[in-house]
């Protein structure tokens, strides 16, 4: 399973940013092969709207499963479940401690998006 986890820097042992659209870093995890990559969010950093929708477009195209978040908003989540990914909300420490959290399953997929959206 491939996992996408929003960070605020470039490691495993980074904290997971509780920004989704506006996240510094998305880090990729493969839970098989245990490798990871590092994707940049520098485009919607500081977008002045739609960096959730753009930024999960942009995770859509990573073949991810599942993405990992402190926060989503509806459009975001609209975007990641018509593309099949499965969202869980979490950013109480670091992107390590979420990847152990979704694999044991003790972290589970939310059922829709838990703040508003800034446009609606």
């Known amino acids: 399973m491939r996992i996408a986890i929003s ?3 470039m490691d495993l042992t980074s904290k997971v940013d509780p920004r989704f659209g506006r996240a510094k870093y998305f880090i990729i995890y493969d839970t098989e092969t245990k490798e990871m990559e590092v994707v940049g ?3 919607n950093f500081q977008a002045a709207q739609g960096a959730g929708v753009q930024s999960a477009q942009n995770v859509a195209r990573l073949d991810v499963q599942v993405v990992i ?3 989503l908003g509806p459009k975001a989540f609209m ?3 018509a593309a099949g990914i499965k969202a869980a909300l979490w950013a109480d420490g670091t992107v390590s401690q979420a990847i152990e959290l ?11 998006a838990n703040v508003r959206g800034h446009w609606m």
Do not use: A, F, H, Y
């Open 7 to 9: 960070s605020e820097g």
């Open 41 to 43: 969010n520098e485009q």
């Open 69 to 71: 978040s402190g926060n």
């Open 79 to 81: 975007t990641l479940s």
């Open 102 to 112: 979704i694999e044991s399953g003790q972290l589970k997929p939310t059922d829709g």
